[in-house]
C-alpha cells in the first residue's frame, strides 16, 4: 500500500506556471504507474496525464498537451506536474494517483483503474 501526498497548488493568474509535486510512501513508489487527474467543481473527475513506472511512456490529455508535463524521479519517491500557460479552465483539485501496471511501460487514463489517490490540492487560475 502507498499513501500519496501533493503540494505546490495555489492561486496564479492566467499564463502563469505551477508546479505540482506528489510524495509517495509506504511502499516502492518504482514499481507503480502514476497519474494527475483534476476536478472542479460539480463536475467528473478528468485524466490529466500519466506516466508508466519507468517514465519511459507519456500520455497527456489534449486539454493540456503542450503546456502541462509529467514526470517521476524514483529515487525521490516523487511524481511532478509542471504546468505552464495556465488558464482559468484549467483551475480544479489536482489529484495524483497510483496503480500496479498489469503490463511492461504501461499508462492508464480512467479514474477508474487507479487504487491509490492522495488528498489534492486546489489550483486557481484568474484570469
Known amino acids: 500500500q502507498v499513501q500519496l501526498v501533493e503540494s505546490g497548488g495555489g492561486l496564479v493568474q492566467a499564463g502563469g506556471s505551477l508546479r505540482l509535486s506528489c510524495v509517495a510512501a509506504g511502499s516502492t513508489f518504482s514499481k507503480y504507474a502514476m497519474a494527475w487527474f483534476r476536478q472542479a467543481p460539480g463536475k467528473e473527475r478528468d485524466f490529466v496525464a500519466a506516466?508508466?513506472?519507468?517514465?519511459?511512456?507519456?500520455t497527456n490529455a489534449d486539454s493540456v498537451r503542450g503546456r502541462f508535463t509529467i514526470s517521476r524521479d524514483n529515487a525521490e519517491n516523487t511524481l511532478y506536474l509542471q504546468m505552464n500557460s495556465l488558464k482559468p479552465e484549467d483551475t480544479a483539485v489536482y489529484y495524483c494517483a497510483a496503480r500496479d501496471p498489469l503490463y511492461y511501460d504501461t499508462t492508464y487514463q480512467h479514474p477508474s483503474e487507479y487504487t491509490y489517490w492522495g488528498q489534492g490540492t486546489q489550483v486557481t487560475v484568474s484570469s
Open positions: 506516466i508508466s513506472w519507468t517514465g519511459g511512456k507519456v
